[in-house]
């Protein structure tokens, strides 16, 4: 149920790249690359395809059940990635003019990729297997029980730390809080959560860092078990929600994208 950022980084590296070729082409050309130019008219090209692969393969495979074509997880992790690379190579594109149907297109664009930020951080709160598969209460039930047995049979063999970890074990669940603070706000949990863990850890003295490392990792997994629990219902709601509002306004911008194509290449080609 670990959630990876690892697309993020990776799009990260690529935008950098993508900046320094398009610096360079900046400096040696002595200005901004036209939209009709070759490095211009490149970035588009490809810009745009990324951005068709990010929306239909990654729509088949969400209709697929076949597993032969890859984890859902992967493939999410791939939507993302193009999500971002292509849109940015499509704004290189427009030589920082936005005027007419293309700046349409580019604040469509814009409000696409600052939704499917939001909609991955909901994603992230909605438990999942190592395959992307939704969790059931009845799964979080089962493994945050487990996660209690293993607990106390670790208070059990050290139970000098049992009365010093009891603010921390009162605090970690996520009862009794507004279940959309628990989704938004779950960053700012988890550093309270590591600020009161830094305060025990200093009193823990005696015991071997291996144990202590093995206690810290049992009760992050305990704190977020029990924060998805309490937040599962919300978190689903919330998911259905902002995935009605990105299909259509995603819609509307391949129409718009497909629409000023059409009139690139006819203003280009048919009326020289």
């Known amino acids: 149920m670990q959630n990876s950022a690892r697309e993020l980084w990776l799009a990260f590296v690529a935008v950098v790249g993508i900046t320094v070729l398009y610096l ?17 008219h490149s970035f588009g090209v490809i810009g745009f395809l990324l951005m068709l692969m990010t929306e239909f393969l990654y729509s ?12 859902m997880a992967n493939w999410l992790q791939f939507h ?10 499509v704004l290189l594109h427009s030589s920082w003019k936005f005027n007419g149907l293309a700046g349409v297109v580019t604040l469509l664009m814009i409000v696409v990729v600052l939704s499917g930020f939001v909609g991955r951080y909901i994603y992230t709160a909605v438990p999942r297997s190592a395959d992307g598969a939704v969790l059931e209460s009845d799964d979080l039930e089962q493994a945050i029980a487990d996660s209690e047995t293993t607990l106390q049979n670790w208070l059990t063999a050290y ?8 603010p921390l074990l009162a605090s970690a669940g996520g009862q009794g809080q507004n279940e959309l603070a628990l989704i938004f706000g779950r960053g700012l949990l988890e550093w309270q959560t590591r600020f009161q863990w830094w305060q025990l850890k200093n009193q823990l003295q005696g015991l071997p860092r291996e144990q202590i490392h093995q206690l810290e990792s049992l009760l992050r997994r305990r704190q977020v078990l029990q924060r998805q629990i309490a937040s599962l219902a919300m978190a689903r709601r919330l998911l259905a929600l902002w995935h009605a509002v990105h299909v259509p306004i995603g819609m509307t911008l391949f129409f718009a994208a497909f629409v000023h194509i ?10 020289k």
């Open 262 to 271: 059409i009139g690139a290449i006819y203003y280009a080609t048919l009326l």
């Open 60 to 71: 088949q495979r969400k209709r697929s059940r076949s597993a032969r074509w890859g984890k």
């Open 80 to 89: 993302i990635f193009t999500g971002i690379v292509g849109p940015y190579l």
């Open 159 to 166: 139970p000098r730390t049992a009365n010093q970890l009891r």
């Open 24 to 40: 360079f082409v900046v400096i040696t050309q002595g200005g901004i690359p036209d939209a009709r130019e070759f490095f211009g």
